[in-house]
């Protein structure tokens, strides 16, 4: 994936309600927790057991708290998407004869992840109620700082077991995210962690490293239509039933998903 610089606007808050974490013996509330300092995150999980902040903080543009689980001396936070932004080079898919025509003035396009072929769009794609898709954020307290040591991307499906990778590339198939050849992001807390790995992420092109044999998926998957009467392409909606998203998707294994839901 390619990383895009963008200007910091970091924004995070702790959310009113009352939220609360669990040590093993005692819940804390974490709006009298601070986030920003290890002896008051890992320290006072203490175990190696992973413990759950739930809704310990939301960022910018995007409206769902961001969950956190401390195991093993890392932070791991996941993050909700309610959509997919999938930025590259679109191609026409030829459409199979038909009887009677196809109707004049619609083209199906989807992407293509190759740089010299196609048109440039960046494209916003709605998850359905029934996929759950998680960006996940791996850090640790380092040198008076969060460090980011990872992300992962993967969904689950409404009554399916497991996780699952979507056919996008950019992705191992472990759900490990290439976030660019020179990415690396710290900061003083983890909101501001978090909002800066989430930024890089919407924010980017995706190419065609690591598609391998997902693109036949991904061009299934993700489609829009351009209409001859209307300026703004059309988004077709991801499939919602489950056997359909099962077919397009692989599950996938990696210790880090469990700590995103």
């Known amino acids: 994936m390619l990383h895009v610089s963008l200007p910091r606007r970091i924004h995070y808050m702790i959310l ?5 974490l669990f040590d093993g013996t005692s819940f804390y509330d974490v709006r009298t927790v601070r986030l920003n300092n290890s002896a008051d995150v890992l320290n006072k999980l203490g175990s190696t057991a992973a413990k759950r902040v739930i809704a310990a903080f939301m960022i910018a543009d995007n ?18 998407l309610d959509t997919l932004r999938v930025s590259c080079r679109y191609t026409v898919i030829p459409e199979p004869p038909r009887s009677p025509p196809v109707t004049p003035g619609v083209t199906t396009l989807a992407p ?9 769009l960046s494209i916003v794609f709605p998850v359905p109620a029934s996929l759950q ?26 009554g399916v077991p497991g996780d699952w990778l979507l056919p996008l590339p950019n992705v191992y198939t472990d759900s490990s995210v290439c976030m660019g050849r020179n990415f690396g992001a710290a900061s003083a807390t983890l909101a501001e962690l978090v909002e800066l790995v989430y930024a890089s992420f919407v924010s980017s092109t995706w190419n065609s490293d690591l598609l391998e044999s997902r693109l036949d998926k991904a061009r299934t998957m993700f489609r829009i239509v351009l209409r001859s009467t ?7 909606p991801l499939p919602a039933a489950a056997d359909v998203l099962k077919g397009l998707m692989t599950p996938v294994n990696h210790p880090a998903l469990v700590h995103y839901y």
């Not at 009113?16 to 609360?20: F, L, R, S, T």
């Not at 961001?66 to 932070?75: G, K, P, Q």
């Not at 209307?230 to 077709?236: A, F, K, L, Q, S």
């Open 16 to 20: 009113d309600k009352p939220c609360y």
């Open 63 to 80: 409206p769902n708290p961001i969950s956190v689980v401390a195991a093993n001396s890392l932070c791991y936070m996941g993050i909700t």
């Open 112 to 120: 293509s992840f190759v740089s010299d072929n196609g048109v440039p």
């Open 133 to 158: 898709v998680r960006l996940g954020v791996v850090a640790n307290y380092e040198g008076g700082q969060w460090v980011w040591r990872g992300t992962n991307l993967a969904a689950r499906i409404t």
């Open 230 to 236: 209307t300026p703004e392409p059309e988004i077709v």
